[in-house]
């Protein structure tokens, strides 16, 4: 697309296109991957299960984090923003509430997993519902913040994206960053590296392992620590003094994760794939089912 705006600093020509084009196909690829994940749980009866539940929940948060990064692929291919302040306050929410609803469905599946394979108590209904209830207004409420002047949503180095503002690295960022990073990331992070641990001694006790119990945790270090290290470094240190390329590779990273959730969770999930599979040629496949308690 040619476009009389000027460049962003610290950018060239052909990195905003070679950025507007990485966020394009993460952006179309995580949507697509997603919306087969949700259409296959609302069409396929047998795949419709409180543990299901999760990764549907899972799938329908990072059509979001898609969508907010075809927006953000959009608007670098014309080169600026064309929503407005209000469209950048939008935007920020919109990509902060997916991303953390996500962040928060992948400790809530690890956490399903564990009862699952360690202590074989099946997850119920009414626990499935309240937990996704909590997790939505539970992201809303720290994504809401930024709107009302505790932390602040703003533009990122490429300026065609919105999210939280370090650059200022102040008492009033610093304040908010502490305690919405121990809620939203280091209790994650706890649950699903414990449940994972537990799952594999579980693996290696009856010498048969179900997946690789520890892909998920790199997978997500690898999407969200990035994101993590440059919001603490801008929290101590001036950010502006790091490159915005290098800058632009946390949200470029973080976008990753809606097309690995899908390889993680539906298509890599013994209950979900078959399920995948049926709605995708109308064949049926059996499912393997654990024997469980009820939780
Ligand atoms: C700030 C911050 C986090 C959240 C980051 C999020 C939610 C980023 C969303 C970015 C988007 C959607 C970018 C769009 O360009 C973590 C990793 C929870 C913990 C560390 C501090």
Known sequence: MVSSYPLPDGFSDIDVFSLGSCLLVEGLLGFFLN??????????RELRTPSNFLVFSLALADMGIS??????AFSSFLRYWPYGSDGCQTHGFQGFVTALASIHF?????????????????????????LTIFIWLFTAFWSAMPLIGWGEYDYEPLRTCCTLDYSKGDRNYVSYLIPMAIFNMAVQTFV???????IGQKFKKTGNPRFNTATPLKTFLFCWGPYGVLTFYAAVKNANLVSPKIRMLAPILAKTSPT??????????????????????GEKIEVPKIENKSK
């Open 35 to 44: 919306a087969v994940t949700v259409a296959a749980f609302i069409k396929i």
């Open 67 to 72: 969508a907010n990064a075809t927006i953000a």
């Open 106 to 130: 992948i400790a809530a599946i690890a956490w399903d997993r564990y009862h699952q394979y360690c202590t074989r108590t099946k997850l119920q209904w009414s626990s499935a519902i309240t």
């Open 192 to 198: 699903v590296m414990s449940s994972y641990k537990s």
């Open 260 to 281: 690995f959730n899908v390889f993680l969770y539906a298509l890599g999930n013994e209950n979900y794939r078959g399920g995948i599979w049926q709605f995708l040629t």
